[in-house]
């Protein structure tokens, strides 16, 4: 078997007494899309900081291909290839639409300038349904509109890897539709994809493994269909409810 | 991002005319108003140089003395042994190394603790200096012979002015200006962009730095005999970051508009009630901050947004057009 697109060894965060994330193994193969789930406050955030390099592993390590990136800043991780979005939206109020996808084509694992990274920015504007807006600051843009950007500017970068930290929460029926085919194209496409999501129809839509946490731990890992009917993953999710 | 824009080409042009006319001026007068214009092109240069730096990072540096003096006392310790222009370059290169450093060690720490350490930075590096001086050569001070002349000082911070608008519009069209307006709008998202924040801020911090080191060579002959105390004296620091702020830092050019009156004031109020210079510094500090947070540019900027909001246009609102 080939390496992984991601290898996550041991990782841990821990935050004074309360451990974050605990001793948490999985892999992320080329071109899969993994989605992340579990509770509240399970530690899904901190973990996608963790590959980011936003946080610093207490202990373990971090791989994306062959090499360690556990330990770097977020500006090394994000050039060498790791590209996320931020569960609460994080736009770049004074910029263009345009602009704010140029930031990833410019800075991240691409690498590209001026036409080149205007013509990668304005080609993503139109993947995401944006063209029209471009030139728009994106303080004028609604919440859905400024998540597409967020997305594209992630894309921009052209990641190995790409997090998304709840990016369908919040949209309303018929955006979330449009939300899942969107990141559903992506997959197709062959992107490397680790979604943390609330949204269960989605999981199960668009995953073809699930790794799920719970207070800091890995609790189950696998395909979709047999991770969600999991009893402790039942019971993690609804409390300690023996028959739920 | 290659091509002029009108609003560039106007620019230039409105600049150029300017440049002209002061660099006339040495041969309508030789005076006192050559040497009022000497003082607003001296702080005319400080305050870009400074804005390039504070302006996108909003860090106020009190370190602008430490950068002066250094360019200063380049001259006035390498005038006896090498020429001018060299030692400017000397002075260039002194400042921007002490920039690197000071960058390197508080540039990742928050902005308060930047002004307090770069207030204390441009006193440690003045003590030093008399120290040092009065310990090696037993005198207190440098004398600066040359040939260079009131008007050539003129030209030559008219000059240093030009290049740093030049530089601060080639900045704004590269990787690093690009890098700087993301770090603006929220520095979380450049790092996971992947800029280099602390890099970016620090290389900025220097080419400021070097500018105002050149400010500095360049002032050498004009006091002919240099002490700690006037070439590192803090009031320049202030005196920098009280107009910068007056005309505002959100454009390079924003602080020509208080360096100009300010100076004027300053030269009144020094040479009329020379007692009261540092009460008019600090009421005009606390005006500007109450009465005018983003400058007089900034507040006019201001104006302008609200009558265009109150008369909209029919084309402004058309969105459809990507323009
Ligand atoms: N910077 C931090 N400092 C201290 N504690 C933190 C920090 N970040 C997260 N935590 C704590 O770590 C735990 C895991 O938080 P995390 O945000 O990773 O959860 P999550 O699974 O993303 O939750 P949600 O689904 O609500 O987004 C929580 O108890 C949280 O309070
Ligand atoms: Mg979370």
């Not at chain 2, 307006?181 to 080419?207: P, Q, W, Y």
Request: proline share 4%; glycine share 10%; with cysteine.
């Amino acid at each position: 078997m080939s390496t992984p697109a991601l290898t996550v060894n041991a990782a841990r965060k821990q935050f004074g007494g309360l451990v974050a994330v605990n001793d948490v193994d999985f892999e992320v193969r080329e071109g899969e899309l993994l989605g992340l789930i579990g509770p509240n406050g399970s530690g899904k955030t901190t973990m996608l900081n963790l590959i980011s390099g936003a946080l610093k592993p207490t202990a373990g390590e971090i791989r994306l291909g062959a090499e360690r990136i556990s330990g770097k800043s977020p500006h090394e991780i994000a050039q060498k290839g790791v590209a996320r979005t931020f569960q609460l939206v994080r736009v770049l109020p004074s910029m263009s639409a345009e602009r704010n996808v140029m930031a990833g084509a410019v800075f991240g694992h691409a690498r590209l300038w001026g036409d080149e990274a205007r013509d990668v920015a304005r080609d993503l504007l139109a993947r995401v349904g944006l063209e029209k807006r471009a030139h728009l600051p994106v303080s004028a843009l609604t919440y859905i509109d400024q998540k597409r950007i967020e997305l594209a500017r992630a894309l921009a970068s052209n990641p190995k890897l790409l997090l998304l930290d709840e990016w369908l929460a919040g949209l309303n029926p018929s955006e979330l539709q449009i939300g899942i085919s969107l990141i559903e194209e992506l997959g197709n496409e062959g992107r490397t994809i680790i979604m943390v999501e609330h949204v269960m129809d989605a999981i199960r839509a668009l995953c073809d493994r699930c790794v799920v946490m719970n207070t800091g731990h890995k609790i189950a890992e696998g395909e979709v269909g047999a991770v969600l009917s999991d009893p402790e993953v039942m019971r993690a999710y609804l409390g300690d409810d023996e028959d739920a | 991002m290659t091509r002029l824009t009108t609003e560039e080409i106007r620019i230039g042009v409105i600049g150029a005319v300017v440049v002209a006319l002061v660099a006339l001026l040495p041969f309508f007068d030789n005076g006192f108003y050559l040497s009022l214009t000497v003082n607003i092109m001296l702080y005319a240069a400080l305050c870009t140089a400074w804005t390039l730096f504070s302006g996108p990072t909003h860090y106020v540096s009190l370190a602008t003395a430490a950068f002066f003096g250094i360019g200063t006392y380049a001259v006035g310790l390498g005038i006896d042994h090498l020429p001018f222009p060299v030692l400017v370059g000397v002075g260039a290169v002194a400042a921007a190394l002490l920039a690197g450093i000071v960058g390197a060690a508080t540039l990742r720490i928050s902005g308060v603790y930047f002004v307090v350490f770069t207030l204390g930075l441009a006193e440690l590096v003045r003590q030093l200096v008399s120290w040092s001086q009065s310990k090696f050569t037993g005198r207190m001070g440098l004398y600066v012979f040359t040939d260079i002349r009131e008007m050539h000082i003129l030209w030559m911070l008219l000059a240093l002015t030009v290049v740093v608008f030049l530089t601060g519009w080639l900045i704004n069209r590269s990787r690093l200006g690009f890098a700087m307006e993301i770090i603006g709008n929220d520095e979380t998202v450049a790092k996971h962009s992947g800029i280099d924040t602390a890099r970016a801020k620090i290389l900025l911090f220097m080419i400021s730095g070097a500018f105002i080191g050149i400010a500095g060579a360049i002032m050498a002959p004009r006091y002919a005999y240099i002490q700690p105390p006037s070439a590192f004296n803090p009031m320049i620091s202030f005196l920098v970051v009280i107009m910068a702020l007056l005309g505002g830092t959100k454009r390079l050019w924003g602080p020509l508009v208080g360096v100009i009156p300010f100076t004027i004031l300053m030269d009144i109020v020094s040479s009329r009630f020379p007692n009261h210079t540092y009460i008019v510094m600090g009421i005009a500090f606390l005006a500007i901050v109450y009465l005018l947070p983003n400058g007089v540019t900034g507040r006019l900027e201001q104006l302008r947004e609200r009558l265009r909001h109150r008369q909209p246009k029919p084309e402004a609102v058309s969105e459809e057009k990507p323009a």
